[in-house]
């Protein structure tokens, strides 16, 4: 369901689809009890960006009807709207989509992937990565909290102060990413990781009549659309 979604996503580029397929990811999302409201908190973090991304496409993006113009020059335009949503909406479907795996654990994912008949090593950098996500976003909270402890007010300085103490913020942060994923990297090869070529598991994973269900109705109506599309 989620390479559907996401194939969907960038497959198409106007903003009623867009909007259509978002409120379908969404309602989806929530069906399987994924966190839908911390990814639309996240998400509008974001807003400043998405209003950027608008401006930018209404400056470099010709048509459509100018809405704000100086000296000549178009800074928003329908056409730059219409755009800077499709690429907000895009994002939105991505990020929502993704939070679907997250809801499954992550020795599932691994062993179903296996049985999928893809390597073992590419099976586990994914859930490596659905694990390490939240562990960089709390490293990220971290650190300003250690600035906010040490009197430093973010939200009160300049932009271009700001930008230098996020620039500054890199360093401690990367530095503490590369330690976990070293002491992870000792962890797995003293449990003798790629040891051998062939894997055994005690785990197999297996469909059920719903699963088979779900699986059909889901490329029937990716077919369905790209069928309607073309």
């Given at each position: 369901?989620?390479?559907?979604?996401?194939?969907?996503?960038?497959?198409?580029?106007?903003?009623?689809?867009?909007?259509?397929?978002?409120?379908?990811?969404?309602?989806?999302?929530?069906?399987?009890?994924?966190?839908?409201?911390?990814?639309?908190?996240?998400?509008?973090?974001?807003?400043?960006?998405?209003?950027?991304?608008?401006?930018?496409?209404?400056?470099?993006?010709?048509?459509?009807?100018?809405?704000?113009?100086?000296?000549?020059?178009?800074?928003?335009?329908?056409?730059?709207?219409?755009?800077?949503?499709?690429?907000?909406?895009?994002?939105?479907?991505?990020?929502?989509?993704?939070?679907?795996?997250?809801?499954?654990?992550?020795?599932?994912?691994?062993?179903?992937?296996?049985?999928?008949?893809i390597p073992y090593e590419l099976?586990?950098?994914v859930a490596v990565a659905i694990?390490?996500?939240?562990?960089?976003?709390?490293?990220?909270?971290?650190?300003?909290?250690?600035?906010?402890?040490?009197?430093?007010?973010?939200?009160?300085?300049?932009?271009?102060?700001?930008?230098?103490?996020?620039?500054?913020?890199?360093?401690?942060?990367?530095?503490?990413?590369?330690?976990?994923?070293?002491?992870?990297?000792?962890?797995?090869?003293?449990?003798?990781?790629?040891?051998?070529?062939?894997?055994?598991?005690?785990?197999?994973?297996?469909?059920?009549?719903?699963?088979?269900?779900?699986?059909?109705?889901?490329?029937?109506?990716?077919?369905?659309?790209?069928?309607?599309?073309?």
């Amino acid at each position: 369901m989620v390479l559907a979604v996401s194939s969907l996503a960038v497959a198409f580029d106007e903003p009623l689809v867009l909007l259509t397929l978002a409120a379908i990811t969404l309602a989806t999302a929530a069906l399987f009890g994924a966190g839908v409201i911390g990814a639309l908190t996240r998400m509008r973090r974001l807003l400043g960006v998405f209003a950027a991304m608008g401006v930018i496409q209404s400056v470099f993006t010709r048509g459509g009807q100018a809405l704000v113009e100086i000296g000549g020059i178009t800074l928003l335009s329908t056409t730059g709207l219409e755009r800077g949503a499709s690429i907000i909406l895009r994002i939105l479907i991505i990020v929502v989509s993704a939070s679907i795996m997250s809801t499954s654990n992550p020795r599932d994912i691994v062993q179903g992937l296996s049985q999928w008949k893809i390597p073992y090593e590419l099976s586990f950098m994914v859930a490596v990565a659905i694990r390490f996500l939240p562990l960089l976003r709390e490293e990220a909270e971290d650190t300003l909290v250690a600035l906010q402890l040490r009197g430093v007010r973010l939200e009160q300085m300049r932009l271009g102060r700001k930008l230098s103490m996020y620039r500054r913020l890199l360093t401690p942060l990367i530095a503490g990413v590369l330690s976990r994923a070293e002491n992870m990297s000792i962890s797995v090869e003293m449990r003798g990781f790629r040891a051998f070529r062939c894997r055994t598991s005690h785990r197999h994973l297996k469909f059920g009549a719903r699963d088979y269900t779900l699986v059909f109705a889901t490329a029937l109506s990716v077919v369905a659309v790209l069928f309607w599309r073309l």
